[in-house]
């Protein structure tokens, strides 16, 4: 198990941006995949947003968000990053990160480490 903390959430108007962060307090491994999810009120499923493999840098977005939201990773920091630009009220949702020692980036079934989440909310 490796354990991953997320933070960077916030209020925040449409059209504005944030960034949320990752970070991984173990080792995860060179082919490792970082996934970030997001689950909005009201009992709706657990969403797949973007995610990227950690050796390569391959990345894969939903549809949803490409344009807007850019997953990166930091080598020294051990850390993953989701930048959200022009965030839109159905954006609002709290956020996870999660993460897999190997495998697909978009068969999302099969993360196994997951972080606490943390919540973005966007205001009309």
């Known amino acids: 198990q490796v354990p991953l903390v997320d933070s960077g959430g916030g209020l925040v108007q449409a059209g504005g941006s944030l960034r949320l962060s990752c970070e991984a307090s173990g080792r995860t491994g060179s082919n490792s995949v970082w996934g970030w999810f997001r689950q909005a009120p009201s009992g709706k499923e657990r969403e797949f947003v973007a995610g990227i493999r950690w050796s390569s840098g391959v990345i894969y977005y939903v549809d949803s968000v490409k344009g807007r939201f850019t997953i990166s990773r930091d080598y020294a920091m051990n850390t993953v990053y989701l930048q959200m630009n022009s965030l839109k009220p159905e954006d609002t949702a709290i956020y996870y990160c999660?993460?897999?020692?190997?495998?697909?980036?978009?068969?999302?079934?099969?993360?196994?480490?997951w972080g606490q989440g943390t919540q973005v909310t966007v205001s009309s």
């Open positions: 999660a993460g897999k020692p190997t495998g697909w980036i978009d068969v999302v079934n099969d993360y196994i480490w």
